[in-house]
C-alpha cells in the first residue's frame, strides 16, 4: 500500500482537512484574479464559485443538532454578510448626506437595498460585491440540513439529496429568477456534490495526481472554449459543459492541493503555508476586496492628476488594462488580510468577535 496514501480512516480531522484549506486558499487567489480581470479570467468564472460549494458541502455535519447548526450558520455567515453590508449602506447614506448628495431616490434605493440584503438577496454592490457569496451558502446550508433531516437514512440517501438539489439546479438554469436566485439554486448542486463526495473520498482520492491534473487541465481548456457563463445574470451559452466545466476546474484546484499536502518536498512547505493561510482567512478577502481595489483606484487617480477623492464616487468603477490587473490583486488579497487582522485587535476587536462580526 502508497505510504503517501492521502486519506485515511486514521488521520485526525485536521490533517483530513489540511488540503481543503489550500483550496481554498487557491480558489480565493482565483476569486480576486477573476474580479481584478487578470488575462483569460474568464476560465476562472467558469469555476471558481462551484469550487467554493463543494467545498463547503464536503465540509456539512450532519451529526449537528439543527439549533446547534443554524447558530454556527447564522454566526458565521449570516451576521458577517448582513452586519458589514449594513455597516457600509449606513455609511455610504451618511457620506451621500454630508457631500449634499442624499436624495429621496437615492434614501429610497438604498432602504431597498438593504431590506434585500436583509433576505440575503442582495448586497451593497460597490464595496461588498463578492458578500452575495455567504448569502447564498447561508440559504442552501440551512435548506440542505432541512433536507438531510426530512430523508430517512435509507443506503441511497446522499443520492437522493444529489437528485434532489440536481433538479433543482436544473430549474435555475432554466428560470431566471430576481436578484441572482438562480444562481443559488444552481450552486445547492454543487454544495450536495461536495457532501456525496465526502462518501466516497477515498475513492476520489485515487484520481488525484499530477499526471490526472494535467490530463483534466487540457480537457478543461478545450471544452471551456465551447461555454460562456454569467452566473449573476443566469446566462450560459451551453449550460450542461457548463457544469461539466465547473466540474473539471474544481477538480483541478482539489487535485493540486491534495498532491501538495502528499508531498515531502521540504520546498513545497513554502508553498503549502501561505495557501493554508490564505484558507483559513478567505472571510476577511472575501469580505474586503473589493474595498482594498479603491486603494489601487486611488493610486491612478493620482498618477492622472485627478482628484484622489474622486475614488468615492457614486458608482466608480475600477480599470485594470496594461497590467494593472496585478497591483488589484496583490492589493485585493494583502490589504483585506491586514485589515482583518486589525479588526480583530484590541478593545474593537473584542466588540466585533462578540458581535460575530470577525
Same mark, same amino acid.
Given at each position: 500500500m502508497n505510504q503517501?496514501?492521502?486519506?485515511?480512516?486514521?488521520?485526525?480531522?485536521?490533517?483530513?482537512?489540511?488540503?481543503?484549506?489550500?483550496?481554498?486558499?487557491? %480558489?480565493?487567489?482565483?476569486?480576486?484574479? %477573476?474580479?481584478?480581470?487578470?488575462?483569460?479570467?474568464y476560465y476562472v468564472y467558469l469555476f471558481h464559485m462551484p469550487l467554493f460549494f463543494i467545498l463547503s458541502g464536503f465540509l456539512f455535519n450532519s451529526e449537528q443538532k439543527f439549533g446547534t447548526y443554524l447558530y454556527k450558520k447564522f454566526t458565521g455567515l449570516y451576521i458577517p454578510f448582513a452586519g458589514w453590508n449594513f455597516i457600509v449602506m449606513i455609511i455610504r447614506l451618511i457620506a451621500a448626506q454630508q457631500s449634499g448628495l442624499l436624495t429621496q431616490k437615492l434614501l429610497d434605493g438604498r432602504v431597498e437595498n438593504m431590506k434585500l440584503m436583509f433576505l440575503t438577496v442582495g448586497k451593497?454592490?460597490?464595496?461588498?460585491?463578492?458578500?452575495?457569496?455567504?448569502?447564498?451558502?447561508?440559504?442552501? #446550508?440551512?435548506?440542505?440540513?432541512?433536507?438531510?433531516?426530512?430523508?430517512?437514512?435509507?443506503?441511497?440517501?446522499?443520492?437522493?439529496?444529489?437528485?434532489?438539489?440536481?433538479?433543482?439546479?436544473?430549474?435555475g438554469f432554466q428560470n431566471t429568477l430576481p436578484n441572482g436566485q438562480s444562481r443559488t439554486l444552481i450552486l445547492g448542486f454543487f454544495f450536495a456534490l461536495g457532501r456525496f463526495l465526502k462518501f466516497y473520498e477515498e475513492s476520489f482520492e485515487r484520481f488525484t495526481n499530477i499526471i490526472m491534473a494535467l490530463l483534466v487541465t487540457v480537457l478543461f481548456w478545450v471544452l471551456s472554449g465551447f461555454t460562456h457563463a454569467d452566473m449573476?445574470?443566469?446566462?450560459?451559452?451551453?449550460?450542461?459543459?457548463?457544469?461539466?466545466?465547473?466540474? /473539471?476546474?474544481?477538480?483541478?484546484?482539489?487535485?493540486? #492541493?491534495?498532491?501538495?499536502?502528499? #508531498?515531502?518536498? #521540504?520546498?513545497?512547505?513554502?508553498?503549502?503555508?501561505?495557501?493554508?493561510? /490564505?484558507?483559513?482567512?478567505?472571510?476577511?478577502?472575501?469580505?474586503?476586496?473589493?474595498?482594498?481595489?479603491?486603494?489601487?483606484?486611488?493610486?491612478? /487617480? %493620482?498618477?492622472?492628476?485627478?482628484?484622489?477623492?474622486?475614488?468615492?464616487?457614486?458608482?466608480?468603477?475600477?480599470?485594470?488594462?496594461?497590467?494593472?490587473?496585478?497591483?488589484?490583486?496583490?492589493?485585493?488579497?494583502?490589504?483585506?488580510?491586514?485589515?482583518g487582522w486589525f479588526l480583530r485587535k484590541g478593545p474593537w476587536g473584542w466588540v466585533l468577535k462578540k458581535l460575530h462580526l470577525v
Open positions: 503517501m496514501k492521502f486519506l485515511q480512516p486514521a488521520m485526525t480531522p485536521a490533517q483530513r482537512l489540511d488540503w481543503l484549506d489550500m483550496a481554498k486558499g487557491i %480558489g480565493m487567489i482565483l476569486v480576486v484574479y %477573476g474580479h481584478s480581470y487578470g488575462p483569460s479570467n451593497d454592490g460597490e464595496y461588498m460585491g463578492a458578500t452575495w457569496f455567504l448569502g447564498s451558502l447561508f440559504v442552501i #446550508s440551512i435548506v440542505y440540513k432541512l433536507v438531510d433531516m426530512i430523508i430517512p437514512e435509507v443506503r441511497s440517501k446522499q443520492k437522493i439529496i444529489l437528485l434532489i438539489f440536481g433538479l433543482v439546479a436544473i430549474y449573476g445574470n443566469n446566462e450560459y451559452e451551453n449550460a450542461p459543459l457548463f457544469v461539466v466545466c465547473a466540474l /473539471l476546474g474544481s477538480y483541478i484546484v482539489i487535485c493540486i #492541493s491534495m498532491c501538495l499536502e502528499r #508531498s515531502n518536498f #521540504s520546498l513545497i512547505e513554502t508553498i503549502r503555508n501561505p495557501l493554508r493561510f /490564505l484558507g483559513t482567512n478567505t472571510l476577511d478577502i472575501l469580505l474586503w476586496q473589493f474595498v482594498a481595489f479603491r486603494f489601487c483606484v486611488a493610486i491612478q /487617480l %493620482g498618477l492622472q492628476g485627478l482628484p484622489v477623492t474622486e475614488v468615492f464616487a457614486q458608482e466608480s468603477r475600477y480599470y485594470t488594462d496594461n497590467g494593472w490587473w496585478v497591483l488589484y490583486l496583490v492589493i485585493g488579497i494583502i490589504l483585506p488580510l491586514i485589515w
